[in-house]
């Protein structure tokens, strides 16, 4: 009898489910169907009209929608359904949702689940305890809190809106990613699930082992790690920080690639590099810009402005600690106690040492300095000893028509407080110097030795020693032809000094011939 019984109840559902109810739903209303429950009970007494209740194994279908739970009831008049108890949902035999309870209205086709809800969709799932997931629009939102996991990412968030259909989820509030290799914190993200790419359209910050980045917009594609940030980026590495409007960076290579407002900051050395293109490698530590690049170095509370065509650090090969920084071309540095230009300058972080080729000029105090090579050294962010090699020629002005001048094969001129104290001449040593009584010139002295040391004080000469086969003469003013009181070679190119930072980027061909040792077969190492 049991068993007749619940057939009659089973064929009892079967008939009113597909013949009275689904009549409607043939007329395209929409109608909820009953297609099995191991019972079924008339509640109008209790819960109202057209009301009933299921319990035991239900499944109902809505359209493309299939619906199972322990025990629903339904409500025909508005067309909805409460359900209890292992909720399952299978949209488009893709798609499945599961939770606790369920509340389902067939006429806005929204399914509004609470508590232990998952949704699965492929590899992708969506944990949270309150979801809303609207058929219509194929959306599903949480609102106090949730998680969604795929392949490689997990992502957490307080509001979070998933479209299965493309894939697309909009974060909102206190998101975080997870991945692998760093963690994404931000207030708003997208993230599409099919290619696990993340848009990034708020503040985020990308946190690593081995750096950490921030963008306020742009893309990062977790399966390749590589992104392309658009707006206020920064790569922070620790002791350097890559800055541009426009950043690739590629975290397996180790390259971040900038386009437009390139600036590496080097804290451990007091070095930014910029220019409108360049590129920093973390992993080599190599960098590089050009377009307007320009290196900048503080010198306690000055800075040193150095631009040139295009600019490179990179490691020393058997001292990755330290770096050589390369400037090619039309070099023109800045700073207010110095100034120069060359065509090629190394600087080496081992012994703080500039080294300027081809051509180079340095106006130091007022003193202008000339050579085949120069040389400047720094100790503690000062200046302390610059060596002029081969065709050494230093000129400093006396007044508007007088130059003292020095001239030798090797000088070295020593520095005290950024001030010129000391010159040493080694080799066919030259001297051309205005001895003054207070403030006016008495004469010309002139002098040659192989070997001589030129002591001066407030910028100008005090004594000269000279210390092998001496020769010189003290002659009176304007005694002498003005070609005598030029040493051979004298050119003064204070036309072509920096004399503010600007100047750093128009670099003009000098017009007269220095004479220079032949480099025709010189290399310069890039």
């Given at each position: 009898?049991?068993?007749?019984?619940?057939?009659?109840?089973?064929?009892?559902?079967?008939?009113?489910?597909?013949?009275?109810?689904?009549?409607?739903?043939?007329?395209?209303?929409?109608?909820?169907?009953?297609?099995?429950?191991?019972?079924?009970?008339?509640?109008?007494?209790?819960?109202?009209?057209?009301?009933?209740?299921?319990?035991?194994?239900?499944?109902?279908?809505?359209?493309?929608?299939?619906?199972?739970?322990?025990?629903?009831?339904?409500?025909?008049?508005?067309?909805?359904?409460?359900?209890?108890?292992?909720?399952?949902?299978?949209?488009?035999?893709?798609?499945?949702?599961?939770?606790?309870?369920?509340?389902?209205?067939?006429?806005?086709?929204?399914?509004?689940?609470?508590?232990?809800?998952?949704?699965?969709?492929?590899?992708?799932?969506?944990?949270?305890?309150?979801?809303?997931?609207?058929?219509?629009?194929?959306?599903?939102?949480?609102?106090?809190?949730?998680?969604?996991?795929?392949?490689?990412?997990?992502?957490?968030?307080?509001?979070?809106?998933?479209?299965?259909?493309?894939?697309?989820?909009?974060?909102?509030?206190?998101?975080?990613?997870?991945?692998?290799?760093?963690?994404?914190?931000?207030?708003?993200?997208?993230?599409?699930?099919?290619?696990?790419?993340?848009?990034?359209?708020?503040?985020?910050?990308?946190v690593s082992d081995q750096n950490t980045i921030y963008s306020e917009l742009g893309f990062y594609d977790t399966k390749k790690d590589e992104a392309r940030l658009l707006k206020n980026n920064y790569i922070d590495g620790g002791e350097q920080t890559l800055r541009g409007d426009t950043i690739y960076y590629d975290r397996k290579n180790g390259l971040g690639e900038v386009f437009s407002a390139m600036a590496l900051e080097d804290t451990a050395n007091n070095v930014i590099i910029t220019g409108n293109y360049g590129y920093y490698n973390e992993l080599t530590e190599r960098a590089m810009a050009t377009r307007k690049a320009v290196l900048k170095q503080v010198y306690g509370r000055d800075t040193l402005f150095l631009h040139a065509d295009t600019l490179r650090a990179d490691p020393v090969e058997d001292d990755p600690e330290n770096k050589i920084v390369r400037a090619f071309h039309h070099v023109q540095f800045f700073r207010h106690d110095l100034q120069g230009r060359c065509d090629s300058m190394v600087y080496d972080f081992r012994d703080s040492t500039n080294t300027f080729y081809h051509d180079p000029v340095i106006w130091a105090q007022g003193n202008q300095m000339t050579a085949g090579t120069i040389k400047l050294f720094t100790r503690n962010r000062a200046l302390y000893k610059a060596e002029m090699i081969d065709n050494a020629f230093l000129i400093a002005p006396e007044d508007t028509i007088h130059y003292n001048q020095i001239k030798g094969k090797l000088m070295t001129g020593y520095f005290r407080e950024n001030q010129l104290f000391k010159i040493d001449v080694d080799g066919n040593g030259q001297t051309v110097y205005y001895p003054k009584d207070r403030e006016y010139v008495i004469g010309v002295n002139r002098a040659e030795s192989s070997s001589l040391t030129i002591f001066l004080k407030e910028r100008k000469v005090e004594s000269i020693v000279l210390r092998t086969q001496p020769a010189g003469n003290m002659n009176p003013p304007l005694v002498l032809a003005p070609e005598d009181t030029k040493l051979e070679g004298f050119v003064w190119l204070e036309e072509y000094q920096p004399k503010k930072y600007e100047d750093i980027f128009d670099f003009k061909k000098m017009e007269i011939e220095v004479k220079r040792t032949d480099y025709s077969g010189y290399k310069f190492d890039k």
């Open positions: 009898m049991d068993f007749l019984k619940k057939l009659l109840v089973l064929s009892f559902i079967f008939l009113l489910s597909h013949v009275v109810f689904g009549q409607q739903g043939q007329r395209g209303k929409g109608t909820i169907l009953i297609e099995y429950a191991d019972f079924l009970e008339g509640a109008e007494k209790r819960l109202g009209k057209n009301v009933q209740a299921l319990k035991g194994n239900v499944k109902m279908r809505h359209h493309n929608t299939r619906m199972f739970c322990d025990s629903a009831i339904i409500f025909r008049d508005s067309n909805r359904v409460e359900a209890f108890g292992s909720i399952h949902i299978i949209q488009n035999d893709t798609i499945d949702l599961y939770g606790d309870k369920l509340q389902y209205d067939g006429n806005e086709e929204i399914a509004k689940v609470r508590e232990n809800v998952r949704l699965v969709n492929k590899n992708v799932v969506l944990t949270t305890h309150h979801l809303d997931y609207d058929r219509r629009d194929d959306v599903a939102y949480y609102f106090n809190g949730g998680k969604i996991v795929d392949e490689n990412n997990e992502l957490i968030s307080t509001l979070g809106f998933y479209y299965p259909r493309t894939g697309e989820v909009n974060f909102k509030d206190s998101v975080v990613l997870t991945n692998p290799e760093y963690k994404m914190y931000s207030d708003t993200l997208k993230y599409y699930t099919p290619t696990e790419i993340v848009e990034i359209v708020g503040p985020t910050d990308i």
